[in-house]
């Protein structure tokens, strides 16, 4: 089932590196690739892939419209159901804006994801509950490198708890954290 009012972003920029420095990270095809199936397993109705290199939107665009239009549509039908989904941003503002534009409606709710979230966090139950009550947008932004920049955290509408598992390691794989959240705001129980 289609969740008509959420989509994703992975943010490229701005991230942070292991430095706490603030950067821009290189896209890469397995994230792609994992994070548009389980996008659109989940029902998402969009994931945005948010970079402003301009060799890494070209990039990732070769492999989007190889699946969406190319070859690959034909060789594999499910590829492309998930490719179709997906879109390359320069960046988040132009994401928001093409949402804004799809939806017809600016009433949006900006979702951040992270490992290390501390503060006024949301459990998954709850952010379920706002959006199966909300008629507006909602984008769940995941970052990649050390975590999303402190500015979009910061001007972020709320925040969903950080997965944590039984051990102190807590450095998951982006593409993996996609789907555990995922999963837990949509999957059946």
């Known amino acids: ?10 943010l490229h920029y701005p991230v942070h590196n292991r430095n706490g420095d603030v950067v821009t990270t290189a896209v890469t095809n397995l994230d792609i690739h994992d994070i548009a199936r389980a996008a659109r397993t989940y ?26 239009r190319g ?6 039908p499910w590829r492309k159901a998930a490719f179709d989904i997906t879109d390359v941003a320069e960046s988040l503002e132009n994401a928001v804006e093409d949402i804004a534009r799809r939806e017809r409606s600016d009433t949006m709710t900006i979702v951040a994801t992270g490992a290390s979230l501390k503060n006024n966090c949301i459990t998954c ?24 920049a402190d500015t979009i955290l910061e001007s972020a509408d709320v925040c969903i708890d ?12 982006v593409r993996s954290a996609v789907s555990i959240i995922l999963d837990r705001l949509f999957g059946k129980r």
Do not use: C
Not at 1 to 10: C, D, F, P
Not at 71 to 76: D, P, Q, R
């Open 1 to 10: 089932m289609m969740k008509s009012n959420v989509y994703i972003a992975l």
């Open 43 to 68: 029902g998402v109705k969009g994931f945005y892939i948010i970079t402003p290199l301009t060799q890494q939107q070209e990039f990732a665009a070769k492999i989007v419209n190889h699946w969406k």
């Open 71 to 76: 070859y690959g549509a034909h060789y594999n």
């Open 125 to 148: 139950e709850d952010l379920v509950e706002r959006i199966s009550h909300d008629r507006g947008s909602y984008l769940l932004l995941f970052g990649t490198g050390w975590g999303i």
């Open 162 to 173: 950080p997965i944590r598992g039984p051990s102190d390691y807590n450095h998951l794989s």
